[in-house]
């Protein structure tokens, strides 16, 4: 079965940098880490989920939420079996729980979804890692 595990989460000062890791494992021979787009989300305190960032499966194509943009970078490493988000220029407001997901997608609304909708589907959706941006 496929896990999901992020890494990376901390507290941190405003205008810092955090570097956050997804290691995906639990492919079968059918079906491998470059099959899939993947991306991350995050959870403020008292708010919904809102997805982030979603890479391709090659790599070629990424896409932002405009909070984000310019300031986060998603990237993978296909023979790791791993994507990372690196978060530069953090604001109190990037504080949240943040999830590595499987199989994003930008929506025609512009926003940053997942294929299995709103539910954390274990497959496809990682245990999160806490980023806290505090003086």
């Known amino acids: 079965q496929l896990q999901l595990v992020e890494s990376g989460g901390g507290l941190v000062q405003p205008g810092g940098s955090l570097r956050l890791s997804c290691v995906v494992s639990?492919?079968?021979?059918?079906?491998?880490?470059?099959?899939?787009?993947f991306g991350w989300f995050r959870q403020a305190p008292g708010k919904e989920h809102e997805g982030i960032s979603c890479i391709s499966s090659s790599g070629a194509v990424t896409n932002y939420v405009d909070s984000v943009a310019g300031r986060f970078t998603i990237s993978r490493d296909n023979a790791k079996n791993t994507v990372y988000l690196q978060m530069n220029s953090l604001k109190p407001e990037d504080t949240g729980v943040y999830y590595c997901?499987?199989?994003?997608?930008?929506?025609?609304?512009?926003?940053?979804?997942?294929?299995?909708?709103?539910?954390?589907?274990?497959?496809?959706w990682g245990q999160g890692t806490q980023v806290t941006v505090s003086p």
């Open positions: 997901v499987r199989e994003c997608f930008r929506s025609r609304e512009n926003t940053i979804k997942v294929i299995t909708g709103d539910t954390r589907t274990a497959t496809y």
């Open positions: 639990g492919f079968t021979l059918e079906e491998g880490f470059d099959l899939y787009s």
